[in-house]
């Protein structure tokens, strides 16, 4: 049983009731229908409510636009426990919640399938007051008109790129670059998903990104660099303007799914993910040009000594470059620090830059000159980027391991679950076992991406605690916590 006690106002010393079932739930509000119907200038209509769900009471925000806090942190939804204090409107109206007898925590229960009953209770909790409802998750990422209008907008603005090319150089050499430049970039991109292989990021963020770089940077940067080939000749451009405004275009390409997709933007990995991305894209739509010319000019000949330049010595270079923005937007993610919230970002650009000039100024050189500059310069730069890679990668797996370790405790995971996630052959086996049952694998590709994802959002929520900071990954716990529990009986382990 919940009681919750009014602290102050005009109603000081109230108390409601809410037992655990389903069908109730307590409506905290200005409204003549409310249960809990408070007079008070922080109070909206229909501010907050209390329901029971999944062995629980939750405390759920009704997004009037004033915020329902809990022991002082703005939330969305949130479990409650005996002796929270909620807080209705900043600096609002008092409660303090009192349970007489803690529900039973199905999460630790040692249960092997989760009876039709729960489910139908967190539907009918999910349905009418917005809880999450893992049951009626397709595992299909959220669709979203603008995210569906924006990769249309990409997907036409290529296709007008490609068009102009085929003017310019022919209809038969653009298509031919077309193939060789866009073949190639599968093999990269996989690699990329191979690195993101804990909390893999969602494919139209990822496509998002390889259509910013493939479509905006590449048609901003060509009518910049036009401009200053024309005001300072092709030689100062190439060294110097040119690196400035394809990593700044590139780089905003990055600031942008930090801000507009922030919840898919974890850590260090997760930036040098999108920003690889996005220099694939740019690099791919740039070796279109570069091939269709060789072609034009020499031939199959011209075309393939193009592509082993481009295509096989050097296909890392825009990516090296743009990672370089991509790790000081990750280390600005991870930190609670104002300052380096700023300076990571600006000295991760400032990197990219660099390197980049200084590719094109060996480029700029005779022959024997770049390729010295390239073995001895550039492929240590990459083996020391890959080190880096490595070591990143590594960080977040043992990130993971440490944050889950309390959830094998609580019983919401088991030891061997914990180590598969965070062994890439265990986990690529057990996921490779359920080829052929689509079922089977949408349900063991969903429980692994939550357990990371999970393990990630408790990281971010302690390194929260420790700033003294708010983090918005404290609002997915739960949600993740009640998908994994609802996977665990459909994925046969």
Not at 343 to 366: C, E, F, R, T
Request: charged share 20%.
């Amino acid at each position: 049983m919940l009681k919750i006690y009014i602290n102050d106002g005009m109603d000081s010393g109230s108390e409601y009731l809410l037992a655990p079932d389903p069908e109730g739930y307590l409506l905290i509000g200005r409204g003549m229908d409310c249960h809990v119907r408070i007079s008070h200038k922080s109070v909206a209509d229909y501010h907050a409510l209390i329901a029971w769900s999944d062995g629980r009471f939750y405390l759920v925000d009704q997004k009037s636009g004033r915020e329902t806090l809990l022991n002082g942190v703005a939330v969305e939804n949130e479990w409650l426990v005996d002796g929270d204090s909620i807080e209705i409107g900043r600096g609002g109206l008092r409660m303090t919640v009192n349970i007489e007898k803690s529900p039973v925590e199905l999460m630790g229960q040692e249960t092997e399938t989760v009876p039709d009953e729960t489910r139908q209770i967190i539907h009918h909790a999910a349905e009418h007051i917005g809880l999450y409802d893992p049951a009626h998750d397709s595992g299909r990422p959220q669709r979203s008109i603008g995210m569906g209008l924006m990769l249309t907008f990409f997907a036409i603005l290529g296709l007008m790129l490609l068009g102009l090319m085929g003017l310019n150089l022919g209809v038969y050499f653009a298509f031919v670059s077309s193939l060789v430049a866009f073949f190639p970039s599968l093999f990269y991109l996989g690699i990329f998903l191979w690195l993101d292989r804990y909390d893999p990021e969602p494919p139209q963020t990822l496509a998002f990104a390889f259509g910013w770089g493939a479509t905006i940077s590449v048609l901003f940067s060509a009518v910049l660099n036009d401009l200053g080939t024309g005001t300072i000749g092709d030689l100062l451009t190439g060294i110097l303007f040119a690196p400035f405004v394809e990593e700044l275009l590139k780089g905003f390409g990055v600031l942008l799914i930090a801000f507009i997709f922030r919840k898919d933007f974890d850590s260090v990995v997760d930036g040098i993910i999108y920003a690889g991305v996005i220099a694939l894209g740019f690099a791919t739509m740039e070796n279109v040009d570069y091939y269709g010319r060789s072609l034009a000019r020499g031939g199959f000949v011209g075309l393939m000594g193009t592509f082993i330049v481009r295509g096989i010595m050097a296909p890392f270079s825009h990516v090296l470059f743009t990672s370089m923005t991509g790790i000081g937007v990750g280390i600005a993610r991870e930190s609670h620090h104002a300052g380096l919230k700023v300076i990571a970002p600006v000295a991760g650009l400032s990197g990219a830059i660099i390197l980049h000039a200084v590719w094109n100024g060996l480029a700029s050189l005779d022959r024997n000159y770049f390729f010295a500059g390239y073995f001895f310069l550039e492929i240590p730069l990459f083996l020391f980027f890959l080190w880096v890679i490595i070591r990143v990668v590594r960080r977040e797996g043992r990130i993971l391991h440490q944050t889950l370790s309390g959830e094998v405790d609580r019983g919401l995971i088991t030891q061997q679950q914990l180590e598969m996630t965070v062994s890439i052959f265990a986990r690529t086996n057990w996921l490779s076992a359920a080829i052929g049952n689509s079922r089977l694998f949408s349900a063991r590709r969903r429980f692994l991406r939550a357990v990371a994802k999970l393990g990630l959002c408790l990281w971010h929520r302690d390194r929260a605690h420790v700033a003294s900071k708010d983090t918005g990954s404290l609002q997915m716990i739960d949600k993740l916590r009640a998908e994994i529990f609802m996977l665990r009986d459909q994925i046969e382990l």
